[in-house]
């Protein structure tokens, strides 16, 4: 089973435009991971952000976290083509054990 | 080459048959992992080496499943008697293996179709 599920399944956007994704999870974690993944290659890791921190910025990418209620979201800003692609949260839970989420698609419009 | 390779890109087989996938992690990185995912689906962790051993493998389905990292560089995966079910597209990554799930690093995959 997957613990994370992202929010919205599917996103269409213009190009300049910011993109926002949110994953919800469900057992404690130590950590939140974002990767990307383009159609038919494989995952690249985007962003980590530890269970003790509540933002981390890297590039045009912002991610939040809420251990209250158990969810993040990343922010993508002034978005670009290059960006379309599915994103996909993944946790390590209290119990080292490691899941991605169902992903988010990404469509940007140039 | 810099990063993590799979071989074959593509594999067709039959039901029933043994097949072996390779990984090539990158140079250096002493964590390996193996997923599996399915159309539409995030990537699901089957088995995790760090070094030779296999220090998680709680993620392969059945016995039919067998994964071997024996120098503690290359790994392969190794399916017997394939069902339709075992169709997916098989991911390994890497990391430096300083935390768990630290930040891994994807190869393209190995796209299994059983018949």
């Known amino acids: 089973s997957q613990q994370g599920e992202e929010d919205p399944q599917a996103l269409s956007i213009q190009e300049g435009e910011n993109a926002t994704m949110n994953c919800s999870y469900k057992t404690s974690i130590n950590n939140l991971q974002w990767y990307r993944q383009n159609s038919g290659r494989g995952l690249v890791h985007l962003i980590l952000i530890r269970s003790n921190e509540r933002e981390k910025h890297s590039g045009r990418l912002r991610v939040t976290l809420d251990t209250s209620k158990k969810s993040s979201s990343l922010l993508i800003t002034a978005s670009r083509a290059a960006d379309t692609a599915s994103y996909f949260c993944?946790?390590?839970?209290?119990?080292?054990?490691?899941?991605f989420g169902t992903g988010t698609s990404l469509t940007v419009i140039p | 080459g810099a990063g993590v390779s799979q071989t074959p890109s593509n594999k067709v087989t039959e039901k029933g048959k043994y097949v072996e996938l390779r990984c090539d992690p990158i140079?250096?990185?002493?964590?390996l992992y193996w997923y599996r995912q399915s159309l539409g689906q995030g990537p699901e962790f089957l088995i995790y080496f760090q070094g030779t051993g296999a220090a998680d493998d709680s993620g392969l389905p059945n016995d039919r499943f067998f994964a071997v990292r024996p120098e503690g560089s290359v790994s392969t995966l190794k399916i017997q008697r394939t069902e339709r079910g075992d169709s997916a597209v098989y991911l390994c990554?890497?990391?430096?293996?300083?935390?768990?799930?630290?930040?891994?690093?994807f190869g393209p995959g190995t796209r299994l179709t059983v018949l």
């Open positions: 990554a890497s990391s430096l293996g300083l935390g768990l799930f630290d930040e891994q690093f």
């Open positions: 140079s250096g990185h002493t964590a």
């Open positions: 993944a946790t390590v839970n209290t119990g080292n054990q490691f899941y």
